[in-house]
């Protein structure tokens, strides 16, 4: 979300994905990146008696490469996804357990990509949904294109949003706490779009409206965005088997062509942020004290007043004539019209 308060000029409105990337992969790198999925997993296989450390804390010359980035951090989400959701222990020669994703990449300069778990694994949260559809269509589409040759820009795009400068997590996003609810990192990603900051939100068309809507309704002095581009468009419908004689298919019908259905979707959306409270409050400024006659604002005053009487008496002494014949009318008229009244009785 980007705010125009307090701007001289419009913002810049980020409305697709593109104008999120902090950096565009550069085609010479996209050769570096892991060919597929099954020669990503044996690698790891190699390093089981290299240092372990250099995969956490890589060396200072990744950072120059997005695609040395990129791969970093593949291979940090499929160890958390083993270690830890998984709870598989990949490396057999010591005990190593990825419970938190620390990313050293990650800089301010770049997007927030912001999105909520996935889901939930034995209580605990999973990898956030951005970053999950980042790393699948990695694996299942940009690999394919890349064997045959026929890399399309958007999969440039959305590899290079997965790029670590970007941070996908939520504040205070913990892997390991069990106890951490869905609704305390909503509120987390709530504090963050309202810090206008260089952050958004990532999610289902239904719940970016309703995420909309509850925004504009208790954070009016401010303006929030919604992108136009549509990550993943998918069509989807009913069949009814064996349905006889029954009118429910029939029925059904009627309610869609009639908007039924689709308000009862809005509504359901509506009933998830029904009990939802802002998590700030934004305290109403106070009035601006009394401006007292002080000082230079009231020397400022006499010398306004001063010179609007000398004015005043200027005029009058040029018009004195002028006023003298005006003011002798006027009283001849009164007499005259007197006079008139007295002849009418």
Same mark, same amino acid.
């Given at each position: 979300?980007? #705010?125009?308060?307090? &701007? ?9 994905? !593109? ?19 099954? =020669? ?5 296989? &190699? *390093? ?27 291979? *940090? ?8 959701? !998984?709870?598989?222990?990949?490396? /057999? ?21 912001? #999105? ?5 694994? &034995?209580?605990? &949260?999973?990898? $956030? ?9 990695? /694996? ?19 590899? #290079?949003?997965?790029?670590?400068? =970007?941070? =996908?997590? $939520? +504040? ?22 309202? =810090? ?18 509850? %925004?504009?309704?208790?954070? #009016?002095?401010?303006?929030?965005? +919604?992108?136009?581009?549509? %990550?993943? *468009? ?29 308000? %009862?979707?809005?509504? !359901? ?11 700030? +409050? ?9 401006? !007292? %006659? ?5 020397t400022l005053f006499i010398l306004c007043g001063g010179i609007t009487l000398g004015a005043s008496l200027v005029f009058a002494i040029e018009i004195r004539e002028i006023f003298f014949i005006l003011i002798v009318n006027i009283i ?7 006079? *008139? ?5």
């Amino acid at each position: 979300m980007i #705010s125009e308060l307090n &701007s001289p000029l419009e913002a810049n409105r980020p409305t697709a994905f !593109e104008d999120v990337i902090c950096d565009t992969v550069d085609k010479t790198d996209i050769a570096k990146l892991p060919a597929n999925f099954k =020669h990503f997993t044996k690698s790891f296989l &190699s *390093m089981r008696d290299q240092n372990y450390s250099m995969l956490l804390h890589p060396p200072e010359a990744s950072r120059k490469f997005g695609s040395d980035r990129i791969e970093w951090y593949l291979r *940090m989400l499929y160890l958390l996804e083993k270690n830890f959701v !998984e709870d598989v222990d990949y490396f /057999w020669n010591e005990y190593v357990r990825i419970q938190e994703l620390d990313n050293p990449f990650v800089s301010d300069k770049c997007f927030k990509l912001l #999105s909520l778990p996935r889901g939930y694994i &034995s209580g605990f &949260s999973d990898i $956030p949904d951005f970053l999950s559809y980042l790393a699948s269509y990695t /694996w299942e589409i940009f690999t394919k294109e890349r064997e045959a040759q026929t890399v399309s820009q958007r999969s440039i795009n959305l590899v #290079s949003l997965l790029d670590p400068r =970007h941070n =996908h997590y $939520p +504040k205070n996003f913990k892997h390991s706490d069990k106890n951490q609810m869905r609704l305390q990192i909503q509120n987390s990603v709530e504090d963050e779009i309202v =810090h206008c900051g260089k952050s958004v939100y990532i999610a289902d068309s239904e719940n970016i409206e309703a995420e909309l809507q509850f %925004l504009d309704r208790y954070y #009016s002095s401010k303006k929030f965005f +919604k992108g136009q581009e549509i %990550l993943q *468009m998918e069509n989807y419908g009913w069949r009814f088997s064996l349905k006889g004689e029954s009118n429910v298919p029939k029925t059904f019908q009627d309610l869609i062509e009639n908007g039924i259905y689709g308000r %009862l979707s809005e509504e !359901e959306e509506r009933q998830k942020y029904l009990h939802r409270k802002p998590i700030r +409050k934004f305290e109403i400024k106070e009035s601006a004290p009394a401006v !007292e %006659l002080r000082g230079a604002l009231l020397t400022l005053f006499i010398l306004c007043g001063g010179i609007t009487l000398g004015a005043s008496l200027v005029f009058a002494i040029e018009i004195r004539e002028i006023f003298f014949i005006l003011i002798v009318n006027i009283i001849n008229y009164l007499i005259s019209l007197r006079t *008139m009244l007295r002849f009418q009785r």
